[in-house]
């Protein structure tokens, strides 16, 4: 038998919300604003900290501990996201590689990194409020 | 004789960095990450608050201390930012108020909100690493 | 006679939301989400640039006019977020400094910058949902 | 045999990182500024959205479509960091959620929402620049 491991921490998770009766607070708007909420507090932890130093940084045991908790914390939340919008994590992560293969082909992209490369369109479209 | 309240402020606010020494923390890309921690906690104080509470909840004496606190932290940075790279706060919202004139015309945008139309270019640029 | 470039800006912000109806979007949870947002915008410009080439990387037109749009978008944001929960600005962002010269003095911040020291109280307190 | 979903994703996304040699760009500090920049445009997405809608904006296929591949990109960002920094995600998940458990008791929780009761300490501590 494999245990799968996104199934078991999922269960654990929902399990967790139902106790507490948090299921009306975690919509999926909410719970995309506690994605960035904790990513914020995980970019708090390096804000200071400089590029050249920063796997060092990391490598110190009370700092890894603190940043462990942290990206612990999106994860979680990001993880109750996609349960609550009825998305597979894995699938939903496979697929956007694929997309990114073709956005970035190896050739254009060795050695140049991504680059928020994007433009907003004029105006609101059909979408309506 | 006029106050120009964001030049009293910038004075402060230099002389309260050069009093620490921490302009060497200061470069763009540090400030930058330190805007987008403080608004993850600005962000975090209404994460489980429903937007028909929201008005309601943020006129309580002490949540308002709060996000006034955090939004003032997001303020600091930003007026940092804005500073380091040498642009003027105000002229960099006046212009972008005028480009968003001319991407919201009223008639398409009434009642519809901002939505962000973005697409990402395929691949990098000519914008190496 | 003394311009107020804040009222001055503040009257514009009004005016544009009002023409668009769009009052009906800016609650405080929302404009909070929006100031987060837009923060993020301006880290991605970032996210791939070494601390040590930010500034120069900064000083390119093209960038800097980009991360200038960005920055506006945050100010923007966090302008229409004060202004519906009726603080003002600088107000808030004179209080905080002074809250600030006494969580850094200089003796002990001289060099060391200011770090996310936070802990979290062990579960939710009188604040209810 | 089992296949572990995680380790076949962290392998095929080092093979993709290797293969256009931007490990130079991951270190945890960009990498962290990543997981807040995408995770800022997943809230973008429902920035706007109002708590009762959230549910069923998320559900036209469109809607979920977008939100799906901005969750993804946080999630992408999210495993490059955790195994730049050498943490296994799911260890990392569990330990949070055993953490939580005791700051976060069904007696005292249920029905109450998560906090951000966070306390800044006065001053940098012994850690340094």
Do not use: C
């Not at 490369?117 to 609101?124: A, D, I, V, Y």
């Amino acid at each position: 038998m494999s245990a799968d491991r996104l199934e078991a921490v999922l269960d654990t998770l929902r399990a967790f919300v139902a106790e507490r009766d948090w299921a009306q607070f975690h919509d999926p708007k909410n719970l995309a604003m506690a994605v960035v909420s904790e990513a914020g507090e995980l970019a708090a932890e390096y804000r200071w900290i400089s590029n050249p130093e920063a796997d060092a940084w990391s490598r110190d045991p009370e700092n890894r501990s603190r940043v462990e908790h942290e990206a612990a914390d999106v994860a979680i939340a990001l993880l109750l996201f996609l349960d609550r919008i009825g998305v597979d994590f894995f699938k939903a992560v496979s697929a956007k590689i694929e997309i990114n293969r073709r956005s970035y082909p190896v050739a254009a992209s060795r050695g140049r990194p991504q680059r928020p490369e994007r433009t907003r369109s004029s105006g609101p479209s059909a979408s309506s409020a």
